[in-house]
């Protein structure tokens, strides 16, 4: 596996001689989006409006697909074995570009995370996209991508096939802050359930018979804690103990928590999850117990490749509109997000630049960042961004030589990785030095 990295030094990610969509296609881009502006506002404010979490998101799939057949579009509702994903295409054969609109909120908090504007700023990029296919060539996809929360909706839909006929993908997520970012970066994420079984017994009169699946789960919880202080500054680790018996008693028989491993790198990522394997391997040797380890309940997600063409094409264009966007910042940005859209990019060519609904910071996940996504400022995000994801995806598809460009940048980047391969259990090195491998 190649380590991920910033590649905006590389020679394929050097400026290529292209020339993008022609300017009269793009103003016409411009103007079909102008002209649905009123709509595309309060698709965003409807959805805002009426929260569903992931998998759940049964209205809000029904508003945007009804919102899709008055624009006169045919869209389907519940694909790819998914009840609340969406798919709707314009235009036929390649290349054929996706942009995908997410529309899952929080418990709580509602749309904290502003997916309102995701989902209607992909909307309109369709819609200004769709209407010069006949000048441009080749396909545009609307893909409505549930549980980007808490579900990883994007890599089941993967698994499922939706990506199979996809050159290339962008999307946006709204932000806040001065600065906007065309290049976005992302932590890995993937979680751990493990539960250890002991042998119970009275814990006053026969504690000597009995085997503390507790006192395992506490060795494996300070293992995981003293492991921070050994791993890089972007990594994350965190855990919580799910199940620690239930009287005091009894030496408890089984116990279990869960672990969260976080990563810059996908390199990094299996490397801490062999750490942590290991320290749950540990301290059921040290306690007597057997473990009993469950990775990735739900998929993982992984970093964010993004790539340094269509990047710079979305920058050129957000520019133009006067938005304050970096193309290339150092450094992790995102103050240590993830999201699904990890998955996609380490498939194919993707973007997943960000759009601010503020210049001044909001906590994310937080009702006051969910109320700004639906104030002028949000609003105004939605036409602009809507407009640099048309725009790119309009360039992709006019010019020959910026595709050839797309496909040596994601070469050069590592190419497609075998997501599955990757993410197999990891072996502890117990595991590992024993003859039979268990």
Request: glycine fraction near 10%; include cysteine.
């Amino acid at each position: 596996m190649s380590p991920e990295r910033s590649h905006a030094d590389t020679p394929a990610a050097a400026a290529p001689r292209t020339t993008g969509a022609p300017g009269h296609v793009l103003r016409a881009v411009e103007h079909a989006i102008g002209r649905a502006r009123p709509d595309l506002i309060g698709l965003s404010h409807c959805i805002h409006a009426t929260p569903e979490v992931g998998f759940e998101e049964h209205r809000s799939a029904a508003v945007v697909a009804e919102f899709l057949r008055r624009h006169g579009f045919a869209p389907t509702v519940g694909v790819f074995g998914m009840p609340t994903a969406l798919r709707v295409q314009a235009g036929a054969g390649g290349p054929r570009i996706a942009v995908l609109a997410e529309y899952d909120a929080l418990p709580e908090v509602g749309h904290g995370c502003g997916h309102n504007v995701i989902c209607a700023a992909a909307v309109g990029a369709f819609l200004g996209v769709s209407a010069q296919l006949a000048e441009l060539g080749g396909s545009v996809v609307l893909l409505g991508t549930p549980a980007e929360e808490n579900g990883a909706g994007k890599e089941v839909l993967e698994r499922a096939g939706a990506f199979d006929d996809i050159d290339a993908v962008v999307m946006v997520h709204p932000f806040t802050g001065p600065d906007e970012v065309a290049s976005f970066t992302s932590l890995a994420v993937r979680d751990v359930e493990a539960t250890f079984h002991g042998v119970a017994a009275h814990a006053s009169s026969a504690p000597h018979e009995g085997r503390n699946a507790l006192d395992a789960v506490v060795a494996a919880y300070q293992g995981v804690a003293a492991l921070r202080q050994h791993i890089p500054a972007t990594d994350r680790l965190h855990a919580i103990i799910t199940n620690g018996g239930s009287a005091t008693n009894v030496v408890p028989a089984t116990a279990s928590l869960t672990v969260e491993v976080r990563s810059e790198t996908l390199d990094g990522l299996v490397e801490l999850s062999a750490r942590v394997q290991n320290i749950l391997d540990g301290a059921a040797l040290a306690s007597g117990t057997r473990v009993e380890v469950g990775w990735d309940p739900f998929p993982a997600y992984l970093p964010v490749r993004s790539n340094a063409v269509l990047a710079a094409r979305y920058f050129t264009h957000l520019s133009a509109r006067g938005r304050r966007i970096v193309l290339d910042p150092p450094g992790l940005v995102g103050g240590g997000w993830s999201t699904d859209l990890g998955n996609v990019s380490l498939r194919r060519p993707s973007i997943h630049p960000t759009v601010s609904i503020s210049p001044k910071p909001i906590v994310m996940h937080t009702a006051p960042f969910g109320r700004q996504s639906i104030s002028p400022l949000g609003d105004a995000a939605v036409i602009d961004s809507a407009f640099g994801l048309a725009a790119t995806m309009a360039d992709y598809l006019a010019d020959p030589a910026l595709r050839e460009a797309v496909e040596r940048d994601f070469a050069a980047a590592g190419g497609r990785v075998d997501v599955e391969r990757l993410l197999a259990a990891p072996v502890s090195a117990l595991a590992a030095a024993s003859p039979d491998g268990t």
